[in-house]
């Protein structure tokens, strides 16, 4: 089991980054969290998570019901 830096970022469609979710070292493992969308537009971002070698990109939709 190592630490690792991870780092997860959030960007807008145009690849601007809006806000980083998370900069810290963590133990390997399985974490979880949840995104606020406050002050965000509806619209697709893209999230990208980078610890070790891992860089790992998803798309997101925000959507206003």
């Known amino acids: 089991v190592g630490n690792y830096a991870v780092i997860i ?3 807008d469609v145009v690849g601007q980054k809006v806000r980083t979710l ?3 070292v963590q133990q390997e493992g399985e ?6 969308g406050n002050g965000l537009g509806d619209g697709v971002y893209y999230c990208r998570m980078i610890t070790g070698e891992l860089n790992q990109v998803i798309r997101l939709i925000k959507m206003n019901w």
């Open 9 to 11: 970022e959030l960007f």
């Open 22 to 24: 998370v900069d810290a």
């Open 31 to 36: 974490y979880s969290f949840e995104v606020s």
